[in-house]
């Protein structure tokens, strides 16, 4: 793997390191009073092309993915300046490492799952976090149930304006 350079594009990052792209995309999705981090996320996505978009989502959540190509979906048109103001702050973050490793249960679950199977990861799951019996990764009900942030309806606004709200 070649390591990032600072005379490479974002486009060029994104296509040799996608993983670092998802990484920063679930900090900012994750950083608290952040509005328009979902709207970053869907003018990355559009902008960097569908087999780079794809590689990139290929390292985010499921929950992560739905939200926002829910938003690229809304997105009729992304603007020059647009394009240029996020791909400076992704490619920013990228080379002075400020965007975050995040675990949590989901997470957590997924490692498992490719560790040890779905039904084995589940029964870990079961006997060291009995709480996560409740959440709704595990309760078949899928994420948009537990969390107003992927409600069936809501528009991109109403979701920034859950998760600007602390909701």
Do not use: W
């Amino acid at each position: 793997m070649t390591p990032i350079a600072e005379d490479q594009t974002l486009a060029e990052i994104a296509r040799h390191h996608p993983e670092s792209v998802a990484k920063v995309i679930r900090a900012r999705l994750n950083e608290e009073g952040v509005e328009g981090a979902v709207g970053e996320a869907s003018i990355l996505m559009i902008t960097l092309g569908r087999e780079t978009a794809a590689g990139i989502m290929k390292f985010l959540l499921d929950s992560e993915i739905e939200v926002i190509a829910r938003a690229m979906a809304e997105r009729q048109v992304v603007t020059p300046t647009e394009r240029d103001s996020v791909h400076h702050e992704t490619k920013a973050r990228i080379l002075a490492g400020t965007h975050l490793a995040y675990g949590g249960l989901d997470y957590t679950s997924e490692v498992l799952e490719i560790a040890m199977g779905p039904r084995k990861a589940r029964a870990m799951i079961d006997r060291s976090i009995p709480e996560a019996s409740r959440h709704p990764a595990f309760d078949g009900s899928g994420p948009e149930s537990g969390c107003p942030v992927y409600q069936q309806g809501a528009s991109t606004d109403d979701r920034l304006d859950l998760v600007a709200a602390g909701s």
